[in-house]
């Protein structure tokens, strides 16, 4: 039996801020992603978790997709990792931002290069911070990498891939339970398990399918995790955000909607 998610996780994730809150308070995030062919997901990981109270995000990227994300604003900090894909040989780059971060976003727009797969298995085996594994990050895996750590955010097809299993509330929970993760689960309506509690998301609407609102979501579930929220009630958090926002901007956007319209409504969410 799963619970539904309501407005209340927004009281639950986020309390007061004390008058002498300062800088790093809220958390340092890094976002892993991009190739010379998408620079999108990862720009949209770094916004949608600006967007949600982070205080700092840094991207790393090949050198396009970096210098593409840095073009977007002065917001955003981008490092360019030499080449069009992300490989091993970045792997020690890549660490080094790892240490002074609190949490993680991997796999938005990497591609899937069997070099990007290796580097990806190689830098998740070692992370012991908590770190979203989306996307491309998630064909790079099978289960027998998958740790406590993971928030896993597969939609529907993601899901099969990577556990062979139907997509139904029964096996995410049979499949968190046995893997000790939580998984954001992106259906029509979204669910998310820690193998002992599962809740139901249902923000959203048929007008969020473009390309762009699992990245959105992605950032905004590496937001909170670095800000301190437990990986649990970070999923189902913004799952309700990213959903809320969506149903706010498609009431004026229709089919008109894109993911980047749906930053501009988080706020609204609050």
């Known amino acids: 039996m799963s619970s539904v998610i309501t407005k209340d996780i927004l009281k639950k994730v986020y309390p007061k801020r004390e008058k002498n809150a300062h800088k790093y308070d809220f958390g340092s995030l890094l976002v892993i992603g991009g190739s010379s062919l998408y620079h999108g997901s990862p720009l949209f990981n770094a916004l949608g978790a600006y967007r949600t109270g982070v205080d700092l995000v840094t991207v790393l990227a090949p050198e396009r997709a970096a210098n ?7 917001d955003l900090i981008t490092y360019p ?6 490989q091993e040989k970045h792997l020690q780059t890549i660490s080094k931002f790892a240490e002074k971060c609190n949490a993680v976003v991997i796999g938005g727009g ?3 290069e069997i070099k990007t797969f290796l580097a990806v298995r190689k ?11 989306d996307a491309d990050a998630l064909h790079a895996i099978n289960p027998s990498l998958v740790r406590k750590n993971f928030l896993l955010t597969p939609h529907a097809a993601e899901f099969r891939t990577l556990t062979g299993m139907q997509v139904n509330v029964k096996n995410l929970e049979t499949f968190v339970k046995k893997h000790k993760c939580v998984t954001l689960l992106k259906c029509p309506q979204c669910f998310v398990s820690d193998g002992k509690r599962t809740a139901e998301n249902r923000t959203g609407n048929p007008y969020m399918t473009v390309g762009g609102m699992g990245d959105v979501l992605a950032g905004i579930c590496g937001s909170l995790l670095a800000q301190g929220v437990k990986p649990f009630e970070a999923a189902c958090a913004a799952a309700y955000i990213n959903g809320r926002a969506g149903d706010l901007a498609a009431r004026s956007k229709k089919q008109a909607l894109m993911a980047s319209d749906i930053l501009d409504y988080i706020e609204k969410v609050f």
């Open 110 to 112: 990497m591609g899937r």
């Open 81 to 86: 990792l030499s080449g069009s894909f992300i």
């Open 123 to 133: 830098f998740l085996a070692k992370i012991k911070k908590p770190v979203v594994v």
């Open 68 to 74: 593409l994300v840095a073009c977007y604003g002065p």
